[in-house]
T-cell receptor
Framework: EAGVAQSPRYKIIEKRQSVAFWCNPISGHATLYWYQQILGQGPKLLIQFQNNGVVDDSQLPKDRFSAERLKGVDSTLKIQPAKLEDSAVYLCASSSTANTEAFFGQGTRLTVV | AQSVTQPDIHITVSEGASLELRCNYS??????LFWYVQSPGQGLQLLLK??????LVQGIKGFEAEFKRSQSSFNLRKPSVHWSDAAEYFC????????????FGSGTRLSIRP
């Protein structure tokens, strides 16, 4: 069974630029999560999708972050414009339903300079 | 609201010694509990999970955890650690709900002394 795929693995951008991350969840998984993990901290949930609907985006900085999950499969997370404090690893995870174990991708390490 | 506390930021144990990592959670209803491990530069891997039933759960790599409702705890244990266990360990809590989200603790970094 293929795991959660994320790209790119690494990205370096200047502040005020925009960036997008892509995630392909495990086939058949209805729930998709985006987490932000700042160095030395635990993952913080940014947004949770159930199929193509948003379940929770209470911690998403909506003035600069956006996410979509078209057709209930792949998802993209965008930051525009980026700030220095957005430097982090962005983790995508999926689960078969909302309250079962989540499977994580390798993450995208973003550095904003 | 759900929350998870991992009181130990960094723990060092000798190879072959026993290990216990602490986790306390806060949630008003029946929780789902998880332990994940993260090696440098890697994503998170599930070690074990508790949904219901036997409060002592076995996981991969020789780990186990015990759910104690009265103490709101879900501590991770291993009887004898190996150098390859050095990593960051995260406790997480979910909920019995179709709209549940999984909330993570701040993690405990485990170092192994040769």
């Amino acid at each position: 069974e293929a795991g959660v795929a994320q790209s790119p693995r690494y990205k370096i951008i200047e502040k005020r630029q925009s960036v997008a991350f892509w995630c392909n969840p495990i086939s058949g998984h209805a729930t998709l999560y985006w987490y932000q993990q700042i160095l030395g901290q635990g993952p913080k949930l940014l947004i949770q999708f159930q199929n193509n609907g948003v379940v929770d985006d209470s911690q998403l900085p909506k003035d600069r972050f956006s996410a979509e999950r078209l057709k209930g499969v792949d998802s993209t997370l965008k930051i525009q414009p980026a700030k220095l404090e957005d430097s982090a690893v962005y983790l995508c995870a999926s689960s078969s339903t909302a309250n079962t174990e989540a499977f994580f991708g390798q993450g995208t390490r973003l550095t904003v300079v | 609201a759900q929350s998870v506390t991992q009181p130990d930021i960094h723990i060092t144990v000798s190879e072959g010694a026993s290990l216990e990592l602490r986790c306390n959670y806060s949630y008003g209803a029946t929780p789902y509990l998880f332990w994940y491990v993260q090696s440098p530069g890697q994503g998170l891997q599930l070690l074990l999970k508790y949904f219901s039933g036997d409060t002592l759960v076995q996981g991969i790599k020789g780990f186990e955890a015990e759910f104690k409702r009265s103490q709101s705890s879900f501590n991770l244990r291993k009887p004898s650690v190996h150098w390859s266990d050095a990593a960051e360990y995260f406790c997480a809590v979910g909920a019995v709900s179709s709209a549940s989200k999984i909330i993570f603790g701040s993690g405990t970094r485990l170092s192994i002394r040769p």
